[in-house]
C-alpha cells in the first residue's frame, strides 16, 4: 500500500460541521496531522476545499494550510432565501478528482465528506479511469450509499484523539 499515490480531497465544510456535530461547536482539527494519519501511501497532494461568509476572514487559516502543502480553493458563500450556501465544493472537488484521475496523478483518492452528490464523480474514477476512492468521515455522518461506492471506508471516530485538539469527552 505505501507505494499506491495517494490524493487527498477535502469538503471542508463537510467534515468540519461533521466534527462539530460529533464534538460540539468547539472542536479544533488538526489537519496536516489528520492526513498524515490516514495518507499511507506516496501523498501526491492534498485538496482543501472550502467556503466563507464575504465578511469573514480565513487567511489566517488558509495560510497555515498553504504552508502545510495542501491547495486550497475557496468560494465565498452566497446567500439564498433558506439561508447561507456553499457555492461551488461539490463541482470543484468532483472536477480535480476526475481530472487528476485522467491525467493518472495517483491510485487512490482519500475524500473527505459523506456528501453523497459526490457518488457520480466517485462511480467514474473507479469504472472509467480504474483508480480506487476511499471515503473518510465519521462513521454517523455516512450514508449507506455513499460508504457502498467507496471502494473502502476510514472511520474517523475510531483514531480521532490522534488529530482533535482537546476534545471534549462525548
Known amino acids: 500500500m505505501l507505494d499506491r499515490r495517494q490524493m487527498v480531497f477535502i469538503d471542508g465544510q463537510n ?5 462539530k456535530d460529533y464534538f460540539g461547536e468547539e472542536v479544533r482539527i488538526d489537519l496536516p496531522r489528520l492526513i498524515d494519519h490516514f495518507a499511507i501511501g506516496d501523498l501526491k497532494e492534498t485538496y482543501f476545499f472550502d467556503s ?19 491547495v486550497v480553493e475557496s468560494s465565498t458563500t452566497r446567500y439564498r432565501d433558506h439561508g447561507p450556501e456553499a457555492v461551488g465544493i461539490d463541482v470543484g472537488i468532483s472536477t480535480e478528482m476526475v481530472g487528476r484521475a485522467h491525467m493518472d ?14 457518488i457520480p464523480a466517485m462511480e467514474h474514477v473507479q469504472e472509467q479511469v480504474g483508480k ?8 454517523d455522518d455516512v450514508r449507506e450509499r455513499m460508504e457502498d461506492a467507496a471502494d473502502r471506508f ?17
Open 105 to 118: 496523478e495517483y491510485d487512490e483518492a482519500l475524500l473527505y465528506s459523506a456528501d453523497t452528490d459526490f
Open 52 to 70: 466563507h461568509l464575504q465578511d469573514q476572514d480565513k487567511g489566517d487559516f488558509y495560510q497555515f494550510l498553504k504552508k502545510n502543502g495542501f
Open 132 to 139: 480506487d476512492v476511499a471515503v473518510v468521515q465519521f462513521e
Open 15 to 19: 467534515i468540519f460541521y461533521s466534527a
Open 154 to 170: 476510514i472511520a474517523l471516530d475510531d483514531e480521532v484523539e490522534d488529530f482533535v485538539y482537546d476534545f471534549p469527552e462525548r
